[in-house]
């Protein structure tokens, strides 16, 4: 059973920094594949933040580009966010994707082409 566990969320001011971690456990890392990031605002759709490929590729949305950094822990199987320059329109409830069952990554952000996701961590930012 594949599982991602998001931590790392929280509160944090105006152009403060966090990181985020997402735990996966049950994956079967076949090349290739595709680990994402996602958020949610209230009464907003999902969206895409990024993306990082097996082979260390990235994408990310324009509305983070330059400000968020994704990594990846292959030994520890484990997903990072890194955010730097926070804003309010930030605030969102972040989730880990991953892209399956096997062998497959789309190099996409939408959130059809992943299989398999996280229960979220809260980043509120305030001023």
């Known amino acids: 059973q594949v599982q991602l566990v998001e931590s790392g969320g929280g509160p944090v001011e105006v152009g403060g920094s966090l990181r985020v971690t997402c735990k996966i456990s049950?994956?079967?890392?076949?090349?290739?594949?595709?680990l994402g990031w996602f958020r949610q605002a209230p009464g907003k759709e999902r969206e895409g933040v990024g993306l990082i490929t097996s082979a260390d590729g990235h994408i990310y949305a324009d509305s983070v580009s330059g400000r968020f950094t994704i990594s990846q822990d292959k030994a520890e199987n484990s997903l990072f966010l890194q955010m730097y320059d926070l804003k309010l329109e930030d605030t969102a409830m972040y989730y880990c994707?991953?892209?399956?069952?096997?062998?497959?990554?789309?190099?996409?952000?939408?959130?059809?082409?992943?299989?398999?996701w996280g229960k979220g961590t809260q980043v509120t930012v305030s001023s």
């Open positions: 994707a991953a892209t399956g069952p096997r062998g497959v990554c789309y190099n996409t952000l939408r959130t059809v082409d992943f299989s398999y």
């Open positions: 049950g994956y079967t890392f076949t090349t290739p594949y595709c």
